[in-house]
């Protein structure tokens, strides 16, 4: 009786550690994803192709309305590059939600703020609703799937 009681014990207690953890391990992932995000909000509004593709994969996707979808380096620097020759945002981010499954992470969020067209400077508020997929690839999150809507 003494000895199922000792074995009862020990496991609860590996137990309880191996879901304090994975709990650990699942906020510092959480944390990572968020900073990922404010880091891609920062990207653009500072319109720096560079710092928008180092946030996402090598295969990234960009599925943006109105828009051909952009897939891969090549093609995400070419849409960035357009956009940013023609507007500027001043966009911040709420995460609403993060969903982390191993690897992969949905995040759901809206962003707010103004859009300029560089054209005639013509300011307006904006506001979106956005989806991503991050990806975690050697020990970091990145951008592996992005869609977006306008909610105004």
């Known amino acids: 009786m ?4 000792i074995i009862t014990l020990l496991a609860l207690t590996i137990t309880v550690q191996a879901q304090s953890e994975k709990s650990n391990k699942s906020t510092t992932d959480k944390q990572a994803i968020e900073k990922l995000i404010i880091e891609y909000g920062d990207a653009i509004k500072s319109a720096s192709v560079e710092k928008v593709l180092a946030v996402f994969t090598k295969d990234g996707v960009l599925i943006a309305p109105g828009a051909p979808t952009a897939t891969g380096q090549d093609q995400l620097k070419g849409t960035y ?3 940013f020759s023609a507007i500027k945002l001043d966009l911040t981010f ?31 508020p904006d506001a979106y609703r956005e989806l991503f997929v991050v990806k975690k690839e050697g020990g970091t999150w990145k951008i592996a799937r992005y869609m977006y809507n306008k909610t105004k």
């Open 2 to 5: 003494k000895n199922l009681l």
């Open 94 to 124: 709420t995460i609403l939600e993060v969903t982390i499954d191993k690897d992969y992470a949905v995040v759901r969020s809206e962003s707010a703020g103004t859009t300029t067209v560089l054209a005639n400077n013509q300011s307006a």
């Open 81 to 83: 590059e357009y956009v």
